[in-house]
């Protein structure tokens, strides 16, 4: 399986951004998707994923401004951020896991700046 994210970008504070994770190759082997984040000096935390059934999962420090959504058909987990701030500045890596349980696949990181 490849993943292939794409939607990064420089926004000002208040802004929003759509992440987009495309997968490819045996995609019928992934069950739950989702996304990372990596800030400059700091460890990687998971920022929501979702399972192939819809049921979500959100860190705190996004609840209410991430939404995160999944077109099973497209084989594509999207991340729309709103109301974002700098502290959202990071690079961000989506995740596909296997159904199995046996590995985790990722995607090449996209940035995010949030900067006036």
């Known amino acids: 399986v490849q993943l292939q994210a794409s939607g990064g970008g420089l926004v000002q504070p208040g802004g929003s951004l759509r992440l987009s994770c495309a997968a490819s190759?045996?995609?019928?082997?992934?069950?739950?998707m989702g996304w990372y984040r990596q800030a400059p000096g700091k460890q990687r935390e998971l920022v929501a994923h979702i399972s192939s059934g819809g049921v979500t999962n959100y860190a705190d420090s996004v609840k209410g401004r991430f939404t995160i959504s999944r077109d099973n058909a497209k084989n594509t987990v999207y991340l729309q951020t709103n109301n974002l701030k700098p502290e959202d500045t990071a690079v961000y890596y989506c995740?596909?896991?296997?159904?199995?349980?046996?590995?985790?696949?990722w995607g090449q990181g996209t940035l995010v700046t949030v900067s006036s």
């Open positions: 190759g045996s995609t019928s082997s992934i069950n739950v």
């Open positions: 995740y596909a896991d296997r159904a199995d349980y046996r590995g985790r696949y």
